[in-house]
């Protein structure tokens, strides 16, 4: 019984410190101040519920809307795929609504394939290459808080530097998003190379 209570002591501790550490790492880049002017702004896509953005990505769109009208000779690459219950691609939703909100057409990039955020990151570079992007381009990753750590890690391994310019959560989904990205850190940490 002592060794059980010991293992589980033990247990909580690494686990305490495990996400502790996620939390400073996550919350390390919450305060960024994008750079002006970025060649490519990569919005990356989240939950769609049928067509119609969730509000963790209006907030993320809302965002880019900000930047883009701020620095209007930057491209916008609108990044993700479609996902269960989803009646289109998170891209063509983005697009739609940046075009709502008065974005032209001509500055949005649609990278409709990827499921994942290393993916997102991994087929947006891809479609800005495509574009005319170059090794000097300039490159701004917009995304909710809680992703914005992983989101710099992951486009670093893939093999470029990207400023990063977050995104408000949704009070009804941060707590469950923050814990949610602890996990998803670890593993990307781990095995996203």
């Given at each position: 019984?002592?060794?059980?209570?010991?293992?589980?002591?033990?247990?909580?501790?690494?686990?305490?410190?495990?996400?502790?550490?996620?939390?400073?790492?996550?919350?390390?880049?919450?305060?960024?101040?994008?750079?002006?002017?970025?060649?490519?702004a990569i919005v990356l896509g989240a939950r769609l519920y049928g067509d119609m953005p969730s509000p963790s990505?209006?907030?993320?769109?809302?965002?880019?809307?900000?930047?883009?009208?701020?620095?209007?000779?930057?491209?916008?690459?609108?990044?993700?795929?479609?996902?269960?219950?989803?009646?289109?691609?998170?891209?063509?939703?983005?697009?739609?609504?940046?075009?709502?909100?008065?974005?032209?057409?001509?500055?949005?990039?649609?990278?409709?394939?990827?499921?994942?955020?290393?993916?997102?990151?991994?087929?947006?570079?891809?479609?800005?290459?495509?574009?005319?992007?170059?090794?000097?381009?300039?490159?701004l990753i917009i995304s909710s808080k809680y992703h914005i750590y992983r989101s710099k890690l992951l486009a670093?391994?893939?093999?470029?530097?990207?400023?990063?310019?977050?995104?408000?959560?949704?009070?009804?989904?941060?707590?469950?998003?923050?814990?949610?990205?602890?996990?998803?850190?670890?593993?990307?940490?781990?095995?996203?190379?």
């Amino acid at each position: 019984m002592k060794r059980l209570k010991v293992s589980v002591g033990v247990f909580l501790i690494l686990a305490l410190i495990y996400f502790m550490t996620m939390h400073i790492l996550i919350s390390s880049e919450i305060e960024n101040t994008p750079v002006d002017n970025a060649d490519y702004a990569i919005v990356l896509g989240a939950r769609l519920y049928g067509d119609m953005p969730s509000p963790s990505l209006v907030l993320r769109l809302d965002k880019a809307v900000e930047y883009l009208r701020a620095n209007p000779h930057t491209m916008v690459i609108v990044s993700g795929g479609q996902g269960k219950g989803e009646s289109i691609t998170e891209a063509e939703a983005m697009r739609r609504y940046l075009e709502k909100k008065g974005v032209l057409s001509e500055r949005i990039i649609i990278e409709d394939k990827s499921t994942n955020t290393k993916e997102n990151l991994e087929f947006s570079i891809e479609k800005a290459r495509k574009n005319g992007a170059s090794e000097e381009s300039s490159f701004l990753i917009i995304s909710s808080k809680y992703h914005i750590y992983r989101s710099k890690l992951l486009a670093k391994r893939i093999g470029f530097e990207a400023d990063v310019l977050p995104s408000e959560v949704p009070s009804s989904v941060k707590a469950a998003s923050w814990i949610r990205e602890y996990f998803a850190l670890g593993k990307s940490m781990v095995f996203d190379w």
